[in-house]
């Protein structure tokens, strides 16, 4: 059994140095990894990416992270992934890694994601440029985030993304504009790539609990939605590592 | 069905040729005046407005013509018919005397090839509206001419002129409500006639200057026709469909200053609320300060209202200093609220 923390959204600024910090302290009592699901600054600056390594720099345990709308909005997030990588916290785009807790491995496959919305209101391939790359950008990294899965050797596997795969967990926000919240290729990815639990967060207004159509449980660890510092979530393994 | 309009306006050039050729005075009204001005052709009647004192010399004069002259018990019009075509003689309109000033501010046009004055399209809304009763208050007739004249029209002197009625206050909120006239700018719809009128009734767009849309007719008389820009709605949210905000009947409600234009310096307040509101939330999402993209912006007469969550208590305060510096003239009601941090209570297992 694997002890999840999960936040997501914590939107750190220049302004916050201390604000986070104090919430993990204890952490390690209570969870095994610390998986957060994007947006970790305001503005995706390397000032700010600065402040949240320091804030996660005191974690007891694995910090793993994907970034978020907010920390591409600088336009450099490989500085705030290198920033994050000074204080331990690994970020994923497209990628896992697993993590051995006692007999158990845990895998997590990380992508940012992308809206486009959800079946039956979704954008499609086709029409201008821009139209088009939208909806590329969302199945590309649906389909690096079911590659990263795939590639997982472990016995839980969690997908952590920061734009939503599932339309139950925005319940809360406007319906107009779930396009922009998330994308149903997540879900194709987390029920392919055989997820026992998927992560996300970018819908303040959203709810916290839902569900792929393969039965995958979906959390939206938006902090605003969780109303706490993290959410917690005990995994158990259907079988442990043979390795 | 196409031979009642053709005859109706057979009947109506021939009247007003006549009366063209005694020189009374007269302008062409009703219907007809706003079909001459783009709007729907009537299938009714023919409306002349004259004097009441040249009334008796038109009868003579349209007899002598043919017409058959028919004593109404009405007190403010009389009526001739034109074979089976009826054409009414109308001195007192709404209660209130054919001046040689309303005649004078009719415009020559040509009418079906005849040129001939035509009402003024001011006068003539301030009529249609004035007659608006509990019997005969049919907006789907009005938003029509609406529609087709509302380019034509000085809405602030229409509003004024039309102030103590109940039927033309809601065809009028109906048309602001539908964006197709400016809301009343810096004076009250519903009131008593407001204080003098010295300003344009609405400011255009910041980057075309200080008289952005010509010159508004911010006068009677004048042969200009007032030049409308996007009206202003009366209230408008983004974020939330529930919080949309409907007028207040009675106040100022759609009041949307224009003299926190220069200080905005970028963006047009003036603008329908809606929009405003939809700006100002994505000036919040953009600026540095507040940077949130989930916030509710409502834009209301009395107050622009934002509601959500942030992380930290200087970017509520932010809210108040971005939004203070777009629109300085609006008071802020920040209902924005900071995330609670406690401790985690729960686990949940999730396998």
């Known amino acids: ?243 | 069905m196409d031979d009642a309009p053709r005859g109706l306006r057979e009947s109506l050039k021939r009247v007003a040729v006549t009366l063209k050729e005694a020189q009374i005075p007269f302008a062409l009204g009703g219907s007809y005046a706003c079909w001459a001005r783009g709007g729907p052709e009537p299938v009714h009647d023919v409306d002349f407005m004259l004097r009441e004192t040249d009334v008796p010399r038109a009868v003579d004069v349209l007899c002598d013509a043919g017409l058959r002259p028919v004593d109404p018990p009405e007190d403010w019009l009389t009526k001739v018919y034109d074979g089976d075509v009826l054409v009414d003689l109308i001195h007192h309109p709404v209660g209130r005397a054919v001046t040689d000033e309303m005649l004078a501010r009719s415009r020559d046009m040509s009418v079906d090839s005849v040129r001939m004055p035509v009402l003024d399209a001011t006068d003539w809304f301030e009529m249609t509206l004035l007659a608006l009763d509990e019997r005969y208050c049919d907006l789907g007739r009005v938003i029509p001419m609406i529609r087709a004249m509302r380019e034509q029209v000085d809405w602030t002197q229409v509003r004024r002129a039309t102030a103590e009625s109940p039927f033309a206050e809601a065809a009028l909120l109906v048309a602001t409500r539908l964006q197709l006239i400016p809301a009343p700018a810096g004076l009250s719809p519903a009131g008593p006639p407001g204080p003098p009128f010295t300003g344009p009734p609405f400011a255009g767009p910041p980057s075309a200057g200080p008289s952005p849309v010509g010159l508004p007719s911010s006068g009677r008389g004048s042969a200009g026709e007032a030049v409308t820009t996007p009206p202003a709605d009366s209230g408008a949210v983004t974020g939330a469909p529930e919080s949309v905000s409907a007028p207040a009947f009675g106040s100022d409600s759609a009041l949307v200053s224009d003299s926190g234009l220069a200080a905005a310096g970028q963006l047009d307040v003036t603008e329908p609320a809606e929009y405003l509101a939809g700006e100002l939330r994505e000036r919040l999402a953009e600026d540095p300060r507040v940077a949130e993209l989930g916030l509710e912006v409502a834009v209301a007469s009395d107050a622009v209202t934002v509601r959500g969550e942030v992380a930290l208590e200087t970017r509520r305060t932010a809210v108040d200093i971005v939004l203070a510096e777009i629109v300085p003239d609006r008071p802020i009601r920040n209902q924005v609220t900071v995330s609670q941090q406690e401790s985690p209570p729960t686990v949940e297992s999730v396998s």
Do not use: W
């Not at chain 1, 992560?199 to 569900?211: D, M, N, Q, W």
């Open chain 1, 1 to 243: 059994m694997i002890r999840i923390a999960a936040v997501g959204d914590i939107h750190l600024g220049t302004d916050s140095p201390g604000s986070f910090a104090p919430c993990l302290a204890g952490i390690g009592d209570l969870a095994d990894v610390l998986l957060i699901a994007g947006d970790l600054t305001q503005h995706g600056s390397v000032a700010e990416a600065e402040v949240v390594a320091g804030e996660l720099a005191g974690a007891e345990i694995p910090v793993i992270a994907v970034l978020g709308n907010h920390d591409h909005h600088g336009d450099q997030p490989d500085q705030v992934v290198k920033v994050l990588a000074q204080a331990g916290v690994r970020t994923l785009e497209g990628e896992g890694m697993v993590l051995r807790v006692g007999d158990t491995c845990l895998g997590v496959a990380g992508a940012k994601g992308f809206g486009g919305g959800f079946a039956g209101a979704s954008g499609s391939d086709f029409g201008e440029p821009l139209m088009k790359a939208f909806v590329r950008h969302s199945k590309e990294v649906s389909a690096a985030l079911r590659g990263a899965l795939d590639a997982l050797e472990c016995d839980i596997r969690v997908a952590l993304t920061h734009y939503s795969p599932v339309p139950d967990t925005l319940a809360g926000e406007r319906p107009e504009i779930f396009p922009f919240l998330g994308s149903y290729h997540l879900a194709e990815a987390v029920d392919g790539g055989r997820a026992q639990l998927a992560l996300h967060g970018h819908a303040h207004g959203g709810s916290e609990k839902g569900r792929t159509a393969g039965g995958v449980p979906v959390r939206n660890v938006a902090r605003p939605v969780i109303g706490r510092a993290f959410a917690l979530y005990e995994v158990s393994a259907h079988d442990t590592c043979s390795s």
